[in-house]
């Protein structure tokens, strides 16, 4: 199975800072992807990534930026974190469009 | 409108009994997945079917694309069962790949 690992698992940052939420993936798959997961939306999509070098905006991407250094790495990233990003955040990745995906454990972030 | 609507919201069920859960979809269909979430857990892949029946244990799920629908089955069901069913549909263009959630359906099995 392949294996999709997120980091840190929990992180409590403070209004106005930068986050960076990292995800490392070792099956060589081309696309990956950010989800943030909420009570009343479920999973919506940030930025996707078909790879190294490219990163394209999903449907929520205001106040996020990502970036793919590697085939392996895609981060998001936070410049001004605020109180309403306070959610699950989830990477995930796959072969290509219309393949199985498959998800990290979850990144739960605070925004105090 | 929501692109993918599951059914029912949330299900009880006596250890043993079966249920069938519903996701239906309003848009062509490329890829359909099925994911099982525990409470602030992650999200666990049961099933990538795009089209016919899968089976896994005691889990079966149908994909009929004319129908624009899927179901998951659980026969027997456990208390270890119990937790957060997800079905996302694959949409891929020239421009753009992404899955599309339902909202759930939330399974309680009591003993």
């Known amino acids: 199975e392949a294996a999709v690992t997120q980091s840190p698992r929990n992180k409590v940052a403070v209004t106005g800072g930068k986050v960076t939420l990292s995800c490392n993936q070792t099956?060589?798959?081309?696309?990956m992807y950010w989800y943030r997961q909420d009570t009343g939306h479920g999973l919506r999509l940030i930025h996707y990534?078909?790879?190294?070098?490219?990163?394209e905006k999903g449907d929520i991407p205001d106040g996020y930026k990502a970036s793919r250094p590697s085939q392996e790495n895609f981060s998001l990233i936070l410049e001004l974190a605020t109180p309403s990003q306070t959610s699950v955040y989830f990477c995930?990745?796959?072969?290509?469009?219309?393949?199985?995906?498959?998800f990290g454990k979850g990144t739960r972030l605070t925004v105090v | 409108g929501q692109q993918v609507q599951q059914s029912p919201a949330s299900l009880v069920l006596q250890e043993g009994e079966n249920a069938e859960l519903q996701c239906n979809f309003s848009t062509s269909l490329n890829s359909m997945q099925w994911f099982y979430q525990r409470p602030g857990g992650s999200l666990v892949s049961l099933f990538y079917n795009p089209s016919g029946t899968k089976h896994s244990g005691r889990l079966t799920s149908t994909t009929v694309i004319k129908e624009r629908r899927s179901s998951l089955h659980i026969s027997s069901s456990q208390t270890t069962d119990s937790g957060t069913y997800l079905c996302?549909?694959?949409?891929?263009?020239?421009?753009?790949?992404?899955?599309?959630f339902g909202q759930g359906t939330s399974l309680s099995v009591v003993p």
């Open positions: 990534s078909y790879g190294a070098g490219s990163t």
């Open positions: 996302a549909l694959g949409i891929a263009s020239s421009s753009f790949s992404k899955l599309v």
């Open positions: 099956n060589n798959h081309n696309n």
């Open positions: 995930a990745s796959g072969e290509g469009d219309n393949t199985e995906v498959f």
